[in-house]
């Protein structure tokens, strides 16, 4: 059974940072197939937004507000996904979500839509005061 835990999330001052980790488990192997991941995050009152991935050729994607602040990275040995969040704003209040999926090595997959997504974390809380 898959199942996505998140943590590493708090409340903290704007400018401030947090890493946010996913551990992964429960997934079978598939031959020709890929894991893929990625984070997402919800704020009160507002749709689910894409945050990061992990890109084929290890540059990551990113949403527009987050580039530069933000960096995805992964332990494939550790099946964990992490995000490593700098100069927080208020804006970035959100609980953050973790997603995963199984893709066939040729399909491109649309990191930021979350219909890709087939497993999900609980989510972990993230509050930046200003």
């Known amino acids: 059974q898959v199942k996505l835990v998140e943590s590493g999330g708090g409340s903290v001052q704007a400018g401030g940072s947090l890493r946010l980790s996913c551990a992964a488990s429960g997934f079978p192997f598939r031959n020709m197939y890929l894991r893929r991941m990625a984070w997402f995050r919800q704020a009160p009152a507002k749709e689910r937004e894409a945050v990061a991935a992990p890109s084929l050729n290890g540059d990551g994607h990113y949403a527009d507000s987050v580039k530069g602040r933000f960096t995805i990275s992964q332990d494939i040995a550790k099946n964990t996904l992490y995000l490593q969040t700098t100069s927080l704003t208020p804006e970035d209040t959100a609980m953050y979500y973790c997603?995963?999926?199984?893709?066939?090595?040729?399909?491109?997959?649309?990191?930021?839509?979350?219909?890709?997504?087939?497993?999900w974390g609980p989510g972990t809380q993230v509050t930046v005061s200003s």
């Open positions: 997603a995963a999926t199984y893709t066939q090595g040729y399909y491109v997959l649309k990191w930021n839509n979350s219909d890709e997504y087939a497993y």
